[in-house]
């Protein structure tokens, strides 16, 4: 199933349960008292006809589904609740290539991003809200690019430790794994970026 194809399944999906549609398809939402932190995406792959798999991409490599969870605010707006990696961070990598021929964009341009509404722990239901992609371009494209050639100027001057999540604008460069002690690194879009490419508020 190629991109736009897909693109026009999840469409239709917008304004479901995804609680419901996991029931239909048979997934699995709580496995002994703990939840299935996939189960989001696993329902939103079987309803567009995809099959169950573990590999990160849907559609040999041309494209990627991811699931983000978004949170009302007290007045009711919709933000994100956490920020959304994107890839692992190879340092040897980063280091040879610039933005315009380096993993993180084509990474970029190849996700699917939907957004559904987290309510409780429970899940009692979970709407998917919106479906998006990145259109990098403009003044987006270019706070992207300097966040990526600051990590590699990190890297070269300072070394791949230096790496933190205090670092970029839109994409930044954080601790992948447990957390303290952990030596590697994954690029993540920040809440922001995310809003922006659902295109709900910040």
């Not at 699995?28 to 079987?46: H, L, P, S």
Request: hydrophobic share 35%; charged share 30%.
């Amino acid at each position: 199933m190629n991109k736009e194809i897909a693109l026009q399944k999840l469409k239709t999906l917008e304004g479901q349960d995804l609680r419901k549609l996991a029931e239909k398809y048979n997934i699995t939402v709580f496995k002994e008292g703990k939840t299935n932190k996939g189960w989001a995406g696993q329902t939103v792959e079987r309803a567009i006809g995809l099959p169950l798999n573990s590999s990160q991409c849907p559609n040999a490599g041309s494209w990627e589904l991811k699931l983000v969870s978004l949170k009302k605010k007290v007045d009711g707006t919709l933000v994100p609740k956490e920020t959304m990696q994107i890839t692992m961070i190879n340092e040897k990598d980063v280091l040879e290539r610039p933005f315009e021929s380096s993993h993180l964009l084509s990474k970029l341009r190849s996700l699917v991003i939907c957004g559904r509404i987290f309510v409780s722990k429970n899940e009692p239901e979970s709407i998917l809200y919106k479906v998006g992609t990145f259109d990098l371009k403009g003044e987006l494209y270019k706070i992207v690019k300097t966040d990526y050639e600051d990590v590699r100027n990190a890297i070269r001057t300072r070394g791949f430790k230096s790496l933190t999540g205090h670092m970029g604008e839109l994409v930044q460069p954080r601790t992948k794994g447990p957390g303290h002690g952990s030596i590697s690194r994954a690029f993540y879009a920040r809440k922001g970026f995310v809003a922006i490419i659902l295109d709900i508020g910040t």
